[in-house]
């Protein structure tokens, strides 16, 4: 295959593609020209934003609506980041104290198995370690 084909199948496929990827990102916005700039309407939440073109740079202010439902995530992410905090607080590792309580009681225990254990090292006396 010549240079020159190769060039033009990949070119053809770029353009194919760049294509796709822009008409699958143009459906969600709609534009409307205004006299003093645009009106961008997101087709997923319905909210409408006006949008002003400043030296070649499009800047579009969030509609009311829209910093709404971001001031409202914004408090709930706030609300379960203090919540993750408090119960990390809450149910951190044990104290000292409360270790050194754990390791006695286990203390105990095992102590008492290991006595239990000890008095049974004796067979009974009667023939039952003929069996």
Do not use: W
């Amino acid at each position: 295959m010549s240079t020159f084909l190769k060039t033009l199948v990949l070119a053809s496929c770029c353009a194919i593609g760049l294509t796709t990827i822009g008409s699958a990102a143009d459906h969600r916005f709609e534009f409307q020209k205004v006299d003093d700039g645009y009106l961008r309407l997101d087709t997923d939440t319905g909210s409408i934003d006006k949008c002003l073109d400043k030296d070649g740079k499009i800047t579009c202010a969030i509609s009311g609506d829209e910093r709404a439902r971001y001031e409202q995530e914004i408090k709930t992410l706030k609300d379960k980041i203090a919540e993750l905090q408090q119960n990390k607080a809450t149910t951190g590792l044990p104290s000292k104290q409360d270790m050194d309580q754990a390791y006695d009681t286990m203390k105990y225990f095992f102590d008492k198995f290991k006595n239990d254990f000890k008095n049974n090292d004796n067979p009974p006396e009667n023939g039952g370690n003929k069996l």
